[in-house]
Nanobody
Framework: VQLQASGGGLVQPGGSLRLSCTAS????????MAWFRQAPGQEREFVAL???????RVADSVKGRFTISRNYAENILNLHMSRLVPEDTAVYYC????????????????????WGQGTQVTVSS
């Protein structure tokens, strides 16, 4: 099983980016997938999750600016980011579960067994 994240880069404040996570080796159709991010010196934090059966959710810090979507045909998880601010600067990781677990647990990194390599997003003028 492999998750490949892409789409990061340098963007000015107020700009937009779309991150993609391409999965191979399994479909993840019946389990949750998510995006987390980690800034230097900080812990990995939840950004957004997508579950076909349990719904979607984004963190309060990105609500109204980020949306998460899935392309089941191509097995891709997307994170659409707009109105970016410098505080969004981090390495973004996609993650996939291996089993269905309680919804309340899906906001923690330990709920996910598969991780992509991360893609750097830098918001700076």
């Amino acid at each position: 099983v492999q998750l490949q994240a892409s789409g990061g880069g340098l963007v000015q404040p107020g700009g937009s980016l779309r991150l993609s996570c391409t999965a191979s080796g399994r479909t993840f159709r019946d389990v949750a997938m998510a995006w987390f991010r980690q800034a230097p010196g900080q812990e990995r934090e939840f950004v957004a999750l997508f579950s076909q059966t349990q719904g979607t959710r984004v963190a309060d810090s990105v609500k109204g600016r980020f949306t998460i979507s899935r392309n089941y045909a191509e097995n891709i998880l997307n994170l659409h980011m707009s109105r970016l601010v410098p505080e969004d600067t981090a390495v973004y990781y996609c993650a996939g579960g291996s089993r269905r677990i309680a919804y309340s647990a899906l906001f923690t990194a330990t709920a996910y067994d598969f991780w992509g390599q991360g893609t750097q997003v830098t918001v700076s003028s």
